[in-house]
């Protein structure tokens, strides 16, 4: 049998400090925020950040456990990538600086920001480096979100969606088991200037004008359809699926960029699947963004849906992400 890429095992962290829907609706004097919140996205609380914390620390705990979950030392790793949109710098790369908190003095290191669905496409990455490099055979790999350091707490469109936190796996070589199968990703750059952190880059530098003017926080500037991902998830799952040569119905789990409940539910119906085949985390952590899928499977597994790591029994399991630009990626695996 070839190489293949394996999830081992799973990490995760959330910050201490939490914050409620009824905090968020006090604090911005919005009377109706907190039950809008809970019945048409499925947000009730969110965690954010320490002052003193930054993206890389998140990512730290998230590794750490992950390593320990699947009894590997940081010096076993081969390789190191971070998905995150909201880094320790713009300059060097945040998984450079996790490697040196982790001490993984072994592995290779690079970022990905493709927004929210860069876990999804870190995973297929990690796959092709295992499945083509015979030196890479431990792979961490880490969905890390920061994005409460960006909001601006007046702004009711975001302060009230998104959250910190750090979802890592561990991906590693194996030769007797079948592990990824297949990826789907795509985009639709005319979105670029819908949703971001704008200012910072080449584009727009940080001048004292633009943070005078708090242009510098994460914002909508642009509407985006209200259906976008209604619109794509369906095709890019069934699309995968079919790559990975399965059909929906052979299809036990299905994990969402956990970005609205009702979105994942109408998805469901559109795919046929019964909601018992996904879980959901957003109503505890808010929306964390490249993190999210790792914490709905790290959920799953602790109310013990999903067979942890190691104990499965080549559960197939689909990916469906996106994330602001846009971009979007689909996966499918095996689960042992």
Known sequence: MVRSAVVTSLGMYVPE??????????????????????????????HIMAEDEVTSDLALH??????????????????IILSTDTPDYLSPATSVVVQHKLGAKNAGTFDVNCACAGLVTSLDIASRYIKTDSDINS?????AY???????????YTCTLFADAAGAMVVRASEDQ????????ISDGSFHDHLGI??????????????????????????????????HWPTMTRDCVSKANLSIEDIDWIFFTQVNIRTIEAVMKELGMPLEKTHNVMDKWG?????CIALAMYDAIEQGKLPPPGQGNGENIALCSSGGGFNMAAAVLKWW
């Open 17 to 46: 400090k939490m914050l409620t829907n009824e905090e968020i609706e006090q604090m911005l004097d919005r009377p109706g925020t907190a039950d809008w919140l809970v019945e048409n996205v499925g947000i009730r609380q969110r």
């Open 62 to 79: 998230a590794g750490r456990e992950a390593l320990e979950n699947t009894g590997l030392e940081a010096d076993d790793l081969d390789l």
């Open 139 to 143: 792979v961490l790999v880490i969905g």
């Open 146 to 156: 920061g994005m409460t350091k960006f909001v601006d707490w007046t702004d009711h």
């Open 178 to 185: 079948e592990g990824f199968i297949a990826s789907k990703l």
């Open 198 to 231: 704008f200012v910072g880059g080449t584009a727009e530098p940080p001048t004292v004008e633009a943070i005078q003017n708090h242009r510098h926080h994460l914002s909508f500037r642009k509407r985006f359809p209200a259906d976008t991902n209604l619109q």
């Open 287 to 291: 929306y964390t963004g490249s993190a």
